[in-house]
T-cell receptor, first 112, second 113 residues
Framework: RKEVEQDPGPFNVPEGATVAFNCTYSNSASQSFFWYRQDCRKEPKLLMS???SGNEDGRFTAQLNRASQYISLLIRDSKLSDSATYLCVVNSGDTGRRALTFGSGTRLQVQP | DVKVTQSSRYLVKRTGEKVFLECVQDMDHENMFWYRQDPGLGLRLIYFSYDVKMKEKGDIPEGYSVSREKKERFSLILESASTNQTSMYLCASRRGQGGQPQHFGDGTRLSIL
């Protein structure tokens, strides 16, 4: 089983739609969680951190469910510019020196 | 704002050549990382470093080595390039331990002919 698993998609949604991605992780000791966004042929960029109580940044909401070991990303009122691959990222909670573990990504295509 | 700079955006080399990929960060981050990214395989960690002159193998270190002589610079070396090392190479840095996110450079698209 992969440490971090995501549905690869693609998720094809119309502009204005609400879309949600889930991501599961296998290490129950994981302590830090992030969502990154990666555009085609570009580097991953931090979208938002995920906090235990859930957090919101504009149209984006991230949630953490430790009991079920998954995190989610909700995008409201989708824009064409939201089209990208969204990477779920987990810190395994060891000494912290280890790199973050990246999921393979979920591709979102927002259509006009 | 964090700046991670990779020396080349595109690079073409020949089989058997020794290849150097350079990465510099300007935020005094302790941790630096090298990944490669291939279609369908996601990001795979090659090597990382948590301090000057310190290095640890990642998940796919074979065929690579690294050098961290200064805190701000982390170099990836392909000792004898092979065609299966054609890939997108991404450098990242991160402050401290645990809960901090990683910041990536623009990436180097390396083609080995």
């Amino acid at each position: 089983r992969k440490e971090v698993e995501q549905d690869p998609g693609p998720f094809n949604v119309p502009e204005g739609a609400t879309v949600a991605f889930n991501c599961t992780y296998s290490n129950s000791a994981s302590q830090s969680f992030f969502w990154y966004r990666q555009d085609c042929r570009k580097e991953p960029k931090l979208l938002m951190s995920v906090y235990s109580s859930g957090n919101e940044d504009g149209r984006f909401t991230a949630q953490l469910n430790r009991a079920s070991q998954y995190i989610s990303l909700l995008i409201r009122d989708s824009k064409l510019s939201d089209s990208a691959t969204y990477l779920c990222v987990v810190n395994s909670g060891d000494t912290g020196r280890r790199a973050l573990t990246f999921g393979s990504g979920t591709r979102l295509q927002v259509q006009p | 704002d964090v700046k991670v700079t990779q020396s080349s955006r595109y690079l073409v080399k020949r089989t058997g050549e020794k290849v150097f990929l350079e990465c510099v960060q300007d935020m005094d981050h302790e941790n630096m990382f090298w990944y490669r990214q291939d279609p369908g395989l996601g990001l795979r960690l090659i090597y990382f470093s948590y301090d000057v002159k310190m290095k640890e193998k990642g998940d796919i270190p074979e065929g690579y080595s690294v050098s961290r002589e200064k805190k701000e610079r982390f170099s990836l070396i392909l000792e004898s390039a092979s065609t299966n090392q054609t890939s997108m190479y991404l450098c990242a840095s991160r402050r401290g331990q645990g809960g901090q996110p990683q910041h990536f450079g623009d990436g180097t698209r390396l083609s080995i002919l």
